[in-house]
C-alpha cells in the first residue's frame, strides 16, 4: 500500500509535495496522463532514476510466443504485449556540467500536481548541485483530448541565486531499457528492443523517428519540434540517429533570467499505410501543434475537460478523501478512452504495461456503462473496434465449432491470447457482456444509425453463440454447460446463474433489434424464425435455485461443494491463487470475485427484493476480493439490500485503489475496471441508479458518513442531475425534453426548468452479513447496518 504522506487532499487536484523514490513506480501510474490514443507515464523530465519507463500507442503491440508445457487444438500459438514505444518526455539538464538529477546533489523542494480540471501534470523543482549551483525547474506535461495525436511539455529553468551556464537536451529516445521483466525468456528476448528503426532525420527543432515492430510489422512514428526562448546568445543544435534524436539548447542565465522551451510531440501507427504517409502524418500533427501553440493547447484541454465534468461529475459532501478519489477515478476513466476511436480500452489503459496490456470483459462490464453515460461518444467508438474484430471472433467460434461469434477473453488486435483456456476461452459471457454494452448504449442515445450498423450485428453473432453453445435438454430447459462465469476461482460449471441471465438478455435483444431492422438482418441471413429460437431458449433458461438454502448457486451444485477453510488460512495466504493450486480452489466454496452477486446487479431485474438479500448475504461470506472487480459491485448491491455502511467501506475500496495501491500493482498501471466502478458504487449503489429494458429508475439512500450526493448523467438527448440527502433526491432537468423516471418504485415526470423533489424511504433493517475472517473491507467509520 502506498504510505504516502505527501499526496495532500484536494477536490480537484492529487499533489505531490515531496519525491518517495520508494513508491516512484507507483505515482508514475497515478499521475500518468494519456488521451485513449497516447499514454505517458508519469517519468521525471529527465528520464532517471524511474520505476518503470513507458510511453504507449493504444494497440501498438509485438507478438511473442505463448509457452505450453503441452499443447492442444485451439491453444492460441502466440501473444500480444503493449509496446514501450519511443519516449519523447525525456528533457535532460546540465548545470554548469552538472547533470539534474535528484539523487545526487540537494533537492530543496519537489513538488508534482495532477490538475483533473486543466487535464495537466505540473512539476516544481528546486536543486542545488554538488558543486553549489541552486536553479529551479518547472515542467507542465499535457497529453491533448483535442489533438488526438499531439502531447506537449513546458519546460522551464532559473536560477535562484547565481548566474548558471545551462544545456538542456531534449530527446527522442527507442528501445529503451528498464521495461518489465517477462516470466518466459523468450518472451523477453523479444521484447528487449523490439522496435526496428526505418527512418530518422532532423531539420531545426524538428526531429521525427520511424520504427517498426519485428513480428507484428507494425510501423509508427514519433516526432518532437520546440520552441526555445531565452536570452541572447542561446544555441540549439538537432542530431539524430537510428534510436535516439535530440535537440541541444545552450544558454547563459543570470538571476531574472528564465529559459523556457515548449516541446510539441506527435505519435502516429498504422499496420497497413506506408512510411511515408505514417511520417507525414506525424509532421503534420507536429505542425498543426505548433499553430495551436501552447496556450492553445491549454486552453482546448481545459475547454474539453470542462464540458465533460459538467455532465460526469460527482460530489460528495461528508468525506473530502473520497470526493478526490472519485474525480481522479472518472479523470483515468475518461484518458483511457476519450480519443481511442475504435480501439480497445485496456484494463490499465494507457499508464502501464499491466496485463501485457490486453483488453478484456470487464472494458464492457465495467467501463461502458460509466462512458455510456458521461462521454456516450467514447463508448461507440468502443464497441465499434469489438465490431470491428468480429471477423476474428467468428473464425475462433468456428475453431471452437460453434455458430456466430466468439469474442476473445484477453487481446490488443482482436485474436484470443489467453493460454489458460478454462479461464479465458470458457468464459463466453464476454459475448454477453458486449452485448449488454449494445443494448445499454442505445437505450441511453437512441441512436439508430449505431443499431442498424454496428449494434445489430454485434447482438445477431452473439444470439448465434448462445444458441449453439447450450441446448434444450430432455424436459425443454435451455442448459448453458461447462462455461466459467466472472468468478476466477470456479471453472467449467454448469448453468452458472450470471452467464444464464446475460445470455438471456443477450438473446431476447438481438431478437428485438432484428425484428426493428429486417432488411439489415437480412444481409447477415438472419430472420424472424432464427428470432423465434433465440426467444425459445431466453424462455426457457436454466436458472438454478436452492431450495434448502433459499439462495441462487453460483452455478449448478455450487452449493453443495466443501466451504473453504478459511478459519485455517492465514492473511499472508491471500491472494489464494499464489498459494493453493487451482485444482482445490475450483472445487471449493470460495469466491475471487462478485459473481452471483454482479448478477444481482446487473439482472437484478431477474430476483425478488428478498432474493437479492439472501444472495447478498450467503455469498458475502465467501467473498475474498482477490481481485480490484469485486469491491465495486458488493458496494452497490450492498447499499441496494440496506447494508449502507457496509457500501460505504467498499465503495472507498474501489476509489482508493490506486491511490492507496491496495492490489500491490499500480506500478504497472492503473485499475481502470476499478476505477470505473466507483462511479457506479456511487451512481448506481447511493443513487440507487437502474436502466433495465432502458427505463431509467433510481432508489437512492446514504450512509451516515454522505451528507449528500450530486451526479448527472447523459440520456436520450437530455442531460438529468441527480441530488440525494439523507432525507430527499431532487431530480432537475439540465437540457433536453421532459422525462419519465422512477424514484423508489414510483413514476415521476421531470420537466424542463420544474426539479421534482420526492422522500426517501427507509432503508430495511437486516442483520450484518459476515466476510470470511480478515478478508472485510477497511472500515470508514459508523456502524454497519
Given at each position: 500500500m502506498i504510505t504516502h504522506p505527501a499526496f495532500t487532499v484536494e477536490p480537484w487536484s492529487v499533489r505531490e509535495t515531496h519525491l518517495d523514490l520508494d513508491v516512484l513506480a507507483q505515482t508514475e501510474s497515478v499521475f500518468a496522463l494519456a488521451n485513449g490514443h497516447i499514454g505517458l507515464r508519469a517519468n521525471l523530465d529527465e528520464g532517471e532514476p524511474f520505476g518503470l519507463p513507458g510511453t504507449y500507442l493504444n494497440s501498438f503491440y509485438e507478438l511473442r510466443p505463448l509457452p505450453y508445457a503441452e499443447a492442444g487444438y485451439g491453444y492460441p500459438e502466440s501473444g500480444q504485449t503493449v509496446v514501450n514505444v519511443t519516449n519523447g518526455k525525456i528533457i535532460r539538464l546540465l548545470v554548469d556540467d552538472e547533470p539534474f538529477d535528484v539523487r545526487y546533489g540537494k533537492l530543496l523542494a519537489h513538488e508534482r500536481e495532477l490538475d483533473l480540471r486543466a487535464g495537466v501534470l505540473r512539476r516544481r523543482a528546486e536543486w542545488r548541485s554538488p558543486a553549489g549551483a541552486s536553479v529551479r525547474v518547472s515542467s507542465t506535461r499535457l497529453v491533448s483530448l483535442v489533438q488526438r495525436s499531439a502531447a506537449a511539455i513546458l519546460y522551464e529553468v532559473e536560477p535562484l541565486d547565481g548566474p548558471l551556464r545551462l544545456v538542456v537536451q531534449s530527446e527522442l529516445v527507442a528501445n529503451e531499457g528498464g521495461g518489465p521483466l517477462q516470466k518466459d525468456p523468450r518472451a523477453t528476448a523479444v521484447l528487449e528492443t523490439p522496435l526496428h528503426s526505418e527512418d530518422f532525420f532532423e531539420r531545426d527543432t524538428r526531429v521525427i523517428l520511424t520504427h517498426s515492430t519485428r513480428r507484428s510489422r507494425l510501423l509508427m512514428s514519433a516526432g518532437m519540434q520546440h520552441v526555445i526562448e531565452g536570452p541572447d546568445g542561446t544555441e540549439t543544435a538537432s542530431e539524430s540517429g537510428a534510436d535516439v534524436g535530440r535537440v541541444t539548447v545552450a544558454t547563459e542565465l543570470a538571476p531574472g533570467e528564465r529559459l523556457r522551451v515548449v516541446k510539441f510531440l506527435a505519435y502516429g501507427w498504422s499496420s497497413q499505410r506506408s512510411l511515408p504517409a505514417v511520417r507525414d502524418q506525424v509532421v503534420a500533427a507536429l505542425t498543426q501543434a505548433r499553430h495551436t501553440g501552447w496556450q492553445g493547447l491549454l486552453d482546448g484541454q481545459r475547454a474539453y475537460l470542462d464540458e465533460f465534468w459538467d455532465c460526469a461529475d460527482v460530489v460528495l459532501e461528508g468525506d473530502t478523501?473520497?470526493?478526490?478519489?472519485?474525480?481522479?477515478?472518472?479523470?483515468?476513466?475518461?484518458?483511457?478512452?476519450?480519443?481511442?476511436?475504435?480501439?480497445?480500452?485496456?484494463?490499465?489503459?494507457?499508464?502501464?504495461?499491466?496485463?501485457?496490456?490486453?483488453?478484456?470483459?470487464?472494458?464492457?462490464?465495467?467501463?461502458?456503462?460509466?462512458?455510456?453515460?458521461?462521454?456516450?461518444?467514447?463508448?461507440?467508438?468502443?464497441?465499434?473496434?469489438?465490431?470491428?474484430?468480429?471477423?476474428?471472433?467468428?473464425?475462433?467460434?468456428?475453431?471452437?465449432?460453434?455458430?456466430?461469434?466468439?469474442?476473445?477473453?484477453?487481446?490488443?488486435?482482436?485474436?484470443?491470447?489467453?493460454?489458460?483456456?478454462?479461464?479465458?476461452?470458457?468464459?463466453?459471457?464476454?459475448?454477453?457482456?458486449?452485448?449488454?454494452?449494445?443494448?445499454r448504449y442505445q437505450a441511453a442515445t437512441d441512436d439508430p444509425e449505431f443499431e442498424r450498423e454496428i449494434g445489430l450485428e454485434l447482438l445477431v453473432e452473439t444470439a448465434r453463440l448462445w444458441r449453439s453453445l447450450g441446448h434444450h435438454d430432455a424436459e425443454g430447459r435451455f442448459r448453458i454447460d461447462g462455461v466459467t462465469g466472472p468468478d476466477e476461482y470456479s471453472a467449467i460449471a454448469d448453468n452458472n446463474v450470471y452467464t444464464n441471465l446475460v445470455a438471456q438478455r443477450n438473446l431476447r435483444a438481438a431478437a428485438d433489434a432484428l425484428e426493428r431492422h429486417p432488411r439489415a438482418a437480412a444481409r447477415l441471413a438472419a430472420d424472424l424464425e432464427e428470432a423465434a429460437t433465440w426467444r425459445d431458449a431466453a424462455a426457457n433458461m436454466v436458472v438454478p435455485f436452492d431450495e434448502a438454502l433459499g439462495v441462487h448457486p453460483q452455478s449448478e451444485n455450487f452449493t453443495s461443494h466443501q466451504p473453504w477453510d478459511f478459519e485455517h488460512t492465514p492473511p499472508d495466504r491471500y491472494p489464494l491463487l499464489l498459494h493453493f493450486p487451482y485444482f482445490d480452489l475450483y472445487r471449493k466454496q470460495v469466491v475471487k470475485q462478485a459473481d452471483l452477486v454482479l448478477a444481482l446487479h446487473w439482472r437484478g431485474d431477474a430476483f425478488t427484493d428478498e432474493e437479492k438479500a439472501r444472495d447478498f448475504d450467503y455469498y458475502e461470506a465467501l467473498t475474498v476480493r482477490d481481485s480490484s472487480l469485486s469491491a465495486c459491485t458488493q458496494a452497490i448491491v450492498a447499499a441496494e439490500v440496506g447494508h449502507l455502511e457496509l457500501a460505504y467501506d467498499y465503495f472507498a475500496e474501489a476509489v482508493l485503489m490506486d491511490l492507496h495501491d491496495l492490489e500491490h500493482n499500480t506500478r504497472d498501471g492503473v485499475h481502470i475496471a476499478s476505477l470505473a466502478g466507483a462511479w457506479l458504487a456511487a451512481v448506481a449503489g447511493f443513487g440507487g441508479m437502474r436502466d433495465h429494458d432502458g427505463n431509467l429508475s433510481f432508489a437512492p439512500r446514504l450512509p451516515v458518513q454522505l451528507e449528500r450526493l450530486g451526479f448527472r448523467i447523459l440520456f436520450r438527448g437530455r442531460r438529468l442531475g441527480v441530488v440525494v440527502t439523507r432525507s430527499e433526491a431532487t431530480y432537475t432537468l439540465l437540457g433536453g425534453p421532459a422525462l419519465e423516471i422512477a424514484h423508489h418504485g414510483d413514476s415521476v415526470h421531470v420537466a424542463p426548468d420544474s426539479p421534482v423533489t420526492r422522500a426517501i424511504p427507509a432503508a430495511p433493517v437486516r442483520p450484518a452479513p459476515s466476510q470470511p475472517p480478515g478478508r472485510a473491507p477497511a472500515r470508514r467509520g459508523g456502524d454497519k447496518s
Open positions: 478523501e473520497l470526493q478526490q478519489a472519485v474525480r481522479f477515478a472518472l479523470f483515468h476513466t475518461l484518458q483511457a478512452g476519450a480519443r481511442a476511436e475504435q480501439r480497445a480500452i485496456a484494463a490499465k489503459g494507457l499508464t502501464g504495461p499491466g496485463y501485457d496490456g490486453h483488453t478484456f470483459w470487464d472494458t464492457e462490464r465495467f467501463v461502458l456503462p460509466v462512458l455510456t453515460y458521461t462521454a456516450p461518444d467514447a463508448a461507440a467508438d468502443a464497441l465499434r473496434w469489438r465490431h470491428a474484430t468480429l471477423d476474428l471472433a467468428r473464425e475462433r467460434a468456428e475453431q471452437l465449432g460453434l455458430s456466430g461469434a466468439a469474442f476473445p477473453w484477453r487481446t490488443i488486435r482482436g485474436h484470443e491470447c489467453s493460454g489458460y483456456w478454462p479461464a479465458g476461452t470458457a468464459a463466453f459471457h464476454i459475448d454477453a457482456d458486449i452485448a449488454d454494452s449494445v443494448v
